[in-house]
């Protein structure tokens, strides 16, 4: 069983910065690839980003590419997700996700997420 606990959200005004962390619990951390979804007010819950077991390897949603950095530190047991360049539209809130497989078809899916956090709020003012 991973328990994964997310911190770091907040109000931040449009084209600022925000940087989201996720501690996981186990001992097994480096064998998931590890990953961000996001669901504003009325939306579906969508993919953002996904990071390999060893943060090798990266996907990124289209509307996030070039904005946001997804890594990780396996000795810390914890998945970082770098915002910068803030939009309204990315107001949501920020679920962290945790799987034993990866890639990005599976992955922009949202599908067999073994594991997921209970979300953080991140609000960009206008």
């Known amino acids: 069983q991973v328990q994964l606990v997310e911190s770091g959200g907040g109000l931040v005004q449009a084209g600022g910065s925000l940087r989201l962390s996720c501690a996981a619990s186990?001992?097994?951390?480096?064998?998931?690839?590890m990953g961000w979804f996001r669901q504003a007010p009325g939306k579906e819950r969508e993919f953002v980003a996904t990071?390999?077991?060893?943060?090798?390897?990266?996907y990124y949603a289209d509307s996030v590419k070039g904005r946001f950095t997804i890594s990780r530190d396996n000795a810390k047991s914890t998945v970082f997700l770098q915002m910068n360049s803030l939009k309204p539209e990315d107001t949501a809130v920020y679920y962290c996700?945790?799987?034993?497989?990866?890639?990005?078809?599976?992955?922009?899916?949202?599908?067999?997420?073994?594991?997921w956090g209970k979300g953080t709020l991140v609000t960009v003012s206008s």
């Open positions: 990071v390999n077991g060893s943060g090798r390897s990266t």
């Open positions: 996700a945790a799987n034993f497989l990866f890639g990005y078809q599976l992955w922009s899916r949202g599908q067999g997420i073994n594991y």
């Open positions: 186990g001992r097994t951390f480096s064998s998931y690839a």
